[in-house]
């Protein structure tokens, strides 16, 4: 069994095929997924898909690079959600100095303020950071919170150690299974298995097995596999670890060991 830290199974790519997909997912031994939201606009959908199942978690927050797209009410707006729907964790949230053209003072404040509020609500954060990796560590080191998770991380071993003193976990998806992530595969061999999740990002970065095409959860196994080669340890182990790290960092349930079968039923 396997859990899914970052899946964006609420955007529309899925709307033609989502059942059959989570059906698949289920069926692959994925038995939980993290969705973070993007924005507040997303957030009524996100949440009604995770309400008709026990094992989708939603996350709130206001991605970075969708700056365009928040508004002045949204802060408090999210506070309130997290009071009401008391999700797992906050996000997505961070800093993009990828993308050209992003205010990147704007970002900040808005990065630090749901920073603010995820240490207000004791909640974990799920991070997003591209090019931006000093930056959001002194903004976790000036406010503080639970933990979380670094998405999709591509930092270095030295950017790893400060994420892991921290608190954080670390967020290995589809760059893992291409052979050419070589220094990807390198810290994923070299960190200890306590820093490791699992995740797809799906519709996007999706597995060398499906270069080119939508994204999904249920080619996690694909990602298990990579890290199995890489580090020489068996997938089994490997799945029981990350899911085992995953639940630790953001306070989710346990699933019973029939769950699955149970779901496929």
Not at 2 to 23: G, N, S, Y
Not at 134 to 139: G, I, K, N, T
Not at 181 to 192: C, G, H, I, V, Y
Request: proline residues 8%; charged residues 25%.
């Amino acid at each position: 069994m396997v859990i899914d830290t970052h899946c964006h199974l609420d955007r529309p790519e899925f709307d033609p095929d989502r059942a059959a997909v989570l059906a698949r997912t289920r069926a692959a031994g994925v038995v939980q997924l993290v969705i973070p939201a993007i924005h507040r606009t997303g957030w009524p959908g996100l949440l009604a898909l995770c309400e008709t199942d026990a094992d989708l978690h939603p996350a709130l927050g206001l991605h970075p690079v969708y700056l365009d797209q928040h508004r002045d009410g949204d802060l408090p707006a999210l506070e309130r959600a997290i009071a009401d729907k008391r999700p797992p964790a906050i996000g997505e949230i961070g800093l993009d100095y990828f993308v050209r053209d992003l205010d990147r003072d704007r970002q900040q404040a808005l990065f630090e303020a749901q920073l603010a509020i995820a240490r207000s609500a004791d909640l974990p954060v799920l991070l997003h950071v591209r090019k931006a990796h000093e930056q959001v560590l002194a903004a976790l080191k000036r406010c503080p919170v639970r933990g979380g998770i670094a998405h999709a991380f591509s930092g270095g071993m030295a950017e790893a150690r400060r994420y892991l003193d921290l608190g954080f976990a670390l967020g290995f998806g589809g760059m893992l299974t291409f052979e050419r992530s070589t220094k990807l595969r390198a810290l994923a061999a070299a960190l200890p298995l306590d820093a490791i999740v699992l995740e797809t990002d799906a519709p996007d970065l999706t597995v060398a097995a499906h270069r080119g095409e939508r994204n999904s959860p249920e080619y996690l196994p694909d990602v298990l596999a990579a890290l199995a080669q890489v580090r020489g340890e068996p997938p089994d182990w490997l799945a029981a670890k990350t899911t085992l790290n995953a639940h630790a960092v953001l306070g989710l349930p346990v699933p019973r060991p029939d769950a699955l079968s149970e779901k496929n039923r």
